[in-house]
């Protein structure tokens, strides 16, 4: 099975203080209006924390400052499996401009239940739950 390895970035309105995160609806492709943590594809020779800010500036124009990883996911999709390193992130400048997506909320620990996550972002929902306020 083909593997794909991804970043995703949590962004959290402050790395110290965890009371809400960005949430996005993707606006393309298989999974089209599942909601998702923003992020992309690692490219070749790329460290996932570089990923993370390139694929955040390339999809919300906006800069982030890369925190702890959060977890790895492995999950297997019908036709691939996704190994995604999870970043908490905050933003450091800029205005948000959904590029790639058709949706997003900011969620506070008690909303994280009102969307529908993709899969393989379910398991991430649960452990960031824990770390916010």
Same mark, same amino acid.
């Given at each position: 099975m083909k593997v794909i390895r991804v970043v995703a970035a949590v962004i959290c309105d402050s790395m110290k203080h965890k009371t809400q995160i960005f949430s996005t609806a993707r606006g393309y492709g298989e999974f089209k209006g599942g909601w998702e943590f923003p992020g992309g594809k690692i490219e070749q020779g /790329? =460290?996932?924390q570089a990923a993370v800010v390139r694929e955040i500036r390339e999809e919300l124009d906006v800069i982030v400052?890369?925190?702890d990883l959060i977890t790895t996911i492995e999950y297997d999709y019908p036709t691939f499996h996704l190994s995604m390193d999870c970043f908490w992130c905050e933003i450091v400048s800029g205005d948000i401009k959904l590029k790639e997506h /058709? $949706? $997003?909320r900011w969620l506070t620990k008690e909303m994280l239940g009102d969307v529908e996550w993709l899969p393989a972002d +379910? =398991? +991430?929902v649960g452990k960031i739950g824990e770390d916010m306020n």
């Open positions: /790329e =460290t996932p400052k890369v925190g /058709e $949706a $997003a +379910v =398991t +991430v």
